[in-house]
């Protein structure tokens, strides 16, 4: 049976650079705050009515194309990770293809809805299909166009200075050499499903009593589509209990990184680099303590994007490799914790 290999990386940013000063235009929030709460400075953010998640995929998708030394008719399946889709359906999956123009070959899409931990379980998915003979060309897409759902009024201030725009994309192939993916491990627990969600628009309809809905609970708005009130008081953005969510990502990162070395008789000390989701610089320094990393062994650029969700460990792993960080036969371990709450990793022997 063959192993998976990422055989192409490219990303994609939008051009526009937003500061944590310029988020002090719109909300009560500082640039000190921000940068030692999270470790963000900036962020970027795509351009309304030009670009859209599927686009930034595209340019990313184009990028890993050419880097895999492939043709786009070459690909044979595509996987896209997102939560800020183009539609609420069809999903950017389809929309991808026809961003490409590869509808000649009319080959399988599929869209996947894990948050912050999407490109960990799309790769996962993509090796099965690889590793099955299924496929030989699969293109992997993570991208968000955070910015468009954001409330940038003091009241969201929580959520939005986290969040930035960009997108990541990989090329997997099928190699008989000793490289390419060794194992992943997926996890989820639905009983955090309201702690980082957006519910609205959805088809819950007030149902559950006993959850609190946060800052919209008592107004139980629900039904299927967005109606006026929603709008106007500001329930059709993301929620977030950032406290909740940090207590547990740092335990369930470590977790399923030591899960995943134990699987294959390795050794913290074996991770020549450690690509984490991006969610925030204070849960990365935590994980890498806790691993007893050196600084080398991990990178990070949140600094730089903030936490653009599905995209950030393919642009992540995108600038590292680009920067030479990551060397035939390193063992490179990608971690990801986020909403569902759903968490993973994968280890690939480069
Ligand atoms: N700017 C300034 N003040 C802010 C702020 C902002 N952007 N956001 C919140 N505050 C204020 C709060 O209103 C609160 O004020 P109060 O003490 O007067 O009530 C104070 O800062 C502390 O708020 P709190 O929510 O307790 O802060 P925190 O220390 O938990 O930090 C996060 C907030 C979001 C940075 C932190 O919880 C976190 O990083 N969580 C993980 C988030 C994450 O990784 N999400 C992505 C998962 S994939």
Redesign the pocket.
């Known amino acids: 049976m063959p192993s998976t290999k990422i055989a192409g990386i490219g990303h994609y940013v939008p051009e526009n650079v937003f500061t944590n000063d310029d988020l002090t235009k719109y909300m009560?929030?500082?640039d000190e705050?921000?940068r030692e709460?999270?470790g963000i400075e900036e962020r970027r953010y795509a351009t309304k009515y030009k670009e859209t998640t599927t686009t930034m995929g595209a340019h990313a998708a184009r990028a890993a194309i050419e880097k895999a030394g492939i043709s786009k008719e070459d690909v044979d399946f595509i996987i896209f990770c997102t939560l800020s889709p183009d539609y609420y359906f069809p999903g950017c999956g389809v929309l991808l293809q026809r961003e490409l123009g590869i509808t000649k070959t009319e080959i399988g899409a599929l869209d996947i809805r894990n948050q912050?931990s999407g490109f960990v379980y799309g790769l996962s998915v993509a090796d099965q299909f690889i590793r099955s003979g299924m496929y030989k060309n699969i293109l992997l897409v993570g991208a968000e166009f955070h910015s468009m759902g954001l409330d940038f009024s003091t009241e969201g201030?929580?959520v939005s200075?986290?969040f930035g725009d960009g997108a990541g994309a990989v090329i997997l192939q099928p190699t008989e050499e000793s490289e390419g993916i060794l194992t992943s491990k997926l996890h989820s627990d639905g009983t955090y499903a309201e702690e980082?969600a957006l519910i609205n628009f959805g088809s819950h309809s007030g149902y559950h009593d006993d959850i609190d809905y946060g800052f919209h609970n008592e107004d139980k708005p629900g039904g299927l589509f967005a109606t006026e009130k929603m709008v106007n008081e500001g329930m059709m953005y993301p929620y977030?209990n950032?406290?909740k969510?940090?207590k547990k990502?740092v335990v369930k990162f470590v977790e399923v990184i030591n899960e995943a070395l134990k699987s294959e008789g390795l050794e913290q000390s074996d991770i020549d680099m450690l690509i984490p989701?991006q969610?925030?610089l204070?849960?990365a320094q935590f994980v890498q303590k806790s691993l007893g990393l050196s600084d080398d062994q991990v990178f990070n650029n949140i600094q730089k994007y903030g936490?653009t969700t599905a995209a950030s460990i393919p642009i992540a792993l995108s600038e590292a490799h680009a920067a030479g960080k990551i060397k035939k036969g390193d063992l490179v371990c990608l971690a990801a914790?986020?909403?569902g709450f759903t968490w993973g990793s994968t280890l690939i022997r480069w």
């Open positions: 009560d929030t500082s705050w921000i709460r999270t912050c201030r929580t200075v986290i980082l977030m950032g406290q969510v940090f990502a989701h969610a925030n204070r849960i936490n914790f986020g909403s």
